[in-house]
């Protein structure tokens, strides 16, 4: 179970709760520091917010920081959809090309190219659809609620 902290921003009595998630890139877990430039570029760049709405039974109140999973199969599910639907489109393209450029008698890797590149990018949209919809079907779950965070200010 992949688990994630997210904060609560508005809380329904319908059973809903809205909780906003801090999408965090991969810099800062590594020994590089400011060494590296991939740091520089990642700390240029705003953090992203993911906004969604998670069904619940318990009533958390606003800024209340909840402890998020979600299952790594409907993760894992959608990368395997994306990158390697992708690649066999590419080699069924390849090869369809090729049949067809025998049968037309013309130039095989052209063609051979051109049914790569065609069957590459519609299988691409079709996994992106499907990973899409499996994503949007996959509803995280809150594990626990963590409290309120400690304003320090005070």
Same mark, same amino acid.
């Given at each position: 179970?992949?688990?994630?902290?997210?904060?609560?921003?508005?809380?329904?009595?319908?059973?809903?709760?809205?909780?906003?998630?801090?999408?965090?890139?991969?810099?800062?877990?590594?020994?590089?520091?400011?060494?590296?430039?991939?740091?520089?570029?990642?700390?240029?760049?705003?953090?992203?917010?993911?906004?969604?709405?998670?069904?619940?039974?318990?009533?958390?109140?606003?800024?209340?920081?909840?402890?998020?999973?979600?299952?790594?199969?409907?993760?894992?599910?959608?990368?395997? @959809?994306?990158?390697?639907?992708?690649? *066999? =489109?590419?080699?069924?393209?390849?090869?369809?090309?090729?049949?067809? %450029?025998? #049968? +037309?008698?013309?130039?095989?890797?052209? @063609?051979?190219?051109?049914?790569?590149? *065609? =069957?590459?990018?519609?299988?691409?949209?079709?996994?992106?659809?499907? %990973?899409? #919809? +499996?994503?949007?079907?996959?509803?995280?779950?809150?594990?626990?609620?963590?409290?309120?965070?400690?304003?320090?200010?005070?």
């Amino acid at each position: 179970m992949m688990e994630e902290v997210a904060k609560v921003v508005a809380n329904s009595n319908s059973g809903w709760v809205v909780v906003e998630v801090e999408m965090k890139s991969a810099c800062n877990h590594c020994d590089s520091g400011d060494a590296c430039g991939t740091s520089a570029v990642a700390k240029a760049f705003s953090v992203k917010v993911q906004r969604f709405s998670i069904q619940t039974e318990g009533v958390f109140a606003k800024g209340e920081r909840l402890k998020l999973g979600l299952p790594e199969s409907v993760i894992l599910k959608a990368a395997v @959809l994306v990158y390697l639907l992708p690649l *066999v =489109g590419f080699f069924i393209g390849a090869y369809a090309g090729n049949l067809l %450029a025998d #049968s +037309l008698v013309v130039n095989q890797d052209l @063609l051979s190219v051109i049914g790569a590149a *065609v =069957g590459s990018v519609s299988c691409w949209s079709i996994a992106k659809k499907i %990973a899409r #919809s +499996l994503e949007d079907k996959a509803q995280p779950i809150i594990i626990k609620s963590l409290g309120k965070p400690i304003d320090i200010a005070q």
